[in-house]
């Protein structure tokens, strides 16, 4: 007999979520979520806006938001705009609260580095092996993880902090562009958790994944003293490197034989022009819970028509990657994302949830392009993505 029904590697986002649904839906099920770490999420905080998913999943994931705000601030030089769309963010400690309280003990296992992962079993690092009929595996974004893709990456350091006074915003700067621009296009975000707390990131879009820690802290610490804030102490650093999909084939998420049914990053399910992936996280839990698969097979069969079927549905946002990475130079890239936060909220609501219409797409493609038509026509093709790569 199988030591669990299913067993989920990685206690990230996505394992996270389907574990809780299946104790809501399948109580019946032996669920294991093995974790390297002591505490499950690693050190992150997941944001997204509220118009990303509907209210019935907006409601499973509840109990984790730490803070919810009305409202968010764009910064460019020639446009400032507060959007109307709710942003809510969740952060990893919340997430590790909950889903232990919800699971218990019993269905979690920490400090538990993972050795290997198949079809049927988990064998940790000390050669423990654990079996189960249903194995997933969820351990994020690695290097052999869509190793045939043309990728650029969402790369950010961020350092959240107490401040002697109050910083005076109501709202998160969700895209300050206004400051200098370097390695692709670069943004200050920031969230505002109390009168005198924040999490400032230094972001960078960016054909590398490379990022100096510290000269980013140092970047951090000058926004902040332009804003007019004094840092009185840092709580906690977090660092994280996203992927930005230009060009490929789904088959890149394809697994061999004998490996682990992947989910999250690992199975392509984000959108490719953030790299975010809570909602899909959100949504692929329902879809399966339910109805769960028997064994490890079925559910890489399930998992890999579900991925295919999103790779197919958001090809335009890979095509508008090739056309910020490839076609727009220098300052270009905030030309052309000022341009975007121009248009109306609905529109940028649509782009963000991953569901914009046709109108939608001729209206973000059409009009007075701040790309020069011969730079973007040869940016267009598949195939250019791939030189752009070969070419860092």
């Not at 994931?61 to 460019?76: G, H, K, T, Y």
């Not at 650029?152 to 300050?176: C, N, T, W």
């Not at 610490?221 to 994280?240: D, H, T």
Request: proline share 6%; hydrophobic share 40%.
């Amino acid at each position: 007999m199988a030591d669990f029904d299913v067993i989920l590697a990685g206690g990230g986002l996505s394992t996270g979520r389907m574990a809780l649904k299946l104790r809501k839906v399948r109580p019946e099920l032996r669920v294991l979520v093995i974790e390297r770490d002591a505490h499950l999420g690693g050190d992150h905080t997941w944001s997204f806006h509220g118009t990303d998913l509907a209210k019935d999943e907006l409601a499973m994931i509840e109990p984790m938001i730490r803070s919810r705000w009305p409202a968010q601030d764009v910064r460019f030089p020639q446009l400032k705009r507060t959007l109307d769309t709710p942003y809510c963010t969740i952060v990893s400690n919340d997430f590790d609260r909950h889903v232990r309280g919800e699971l218990g003990q019993d269905a979690l296992l920490l400090n538990a580095p993972i050795a290997e992962v198949a079809t049927g079993a988990v064998v940790l690092e000390g050669g423990q092996k654990l079996t189960a009929p249903c194995v997933m595996d969820g351990r994020g974004w690695q290097k052999d993880t869509g190793r045939d893709l043309a990728l650029a990456y969402q790369k950010f350091f961020g350092l959240e902090v107490e401040l002697r006074d109050p910083h005076g915003l109501s709202r998160p700067i969700i895209m300050d562009s206004t400051v200098e621009q370097a390695d692709g296009y670069r943004v200050i975000y920031s969230l505002p958790y109390t009168p005198t707390s924040l999490l400032i990131e230094d972001t960078y879009y960016s054909p590398s994944m490379d990022l100096d820690a510290e000269r980013a802290a140092r970047e951090i610490r000058s926004y902040a003293e332009q804003q007019g804030w004094k840092i009185e102490n840092v709580g906690r650093e977090e660092k994280g490197c996203l992927p930005i999909v230009l060009a490929g084939d789904a088959s890149a998420f394809e697994t061999n034989p004998g490996d682990a049914a992947p989910c999250g990053l690992r199975a392509g399910l984000f959108l490719p022009t953030t790299g975010y992936s809570l909602p899909d996280a959100v949504r692929v839990a329902s879809h399966f819970a339910r109805d769960f698969p028997r064994n490890t097979d079925e559910l890489k069969a399930r998992m890999t028509m579900l991925s295919e079927t999103q790779w197919q549905k958001r090809k335009f946002y890979r095509l508008l990657n090739r056309l910020l990475f490839l076609g727009a130079e220098g300052n270009d890239k905030r030309k052309v994302m000022q341009r975007f936060y121009g248009m109306p909220q609905d529109l940028i609501e649509r782009f963000y949830a991953g569901r914009s219409t046709q109108l939608d797409k001729l209206r973000i493609l059409s009009g007075k392009p701040p790309i020069p038509i011969p730079t973007a026509m040869r940016a267009i093709p598949a195939r250019a993505a791939w030189n752009f790569v070969r070419a860092q």
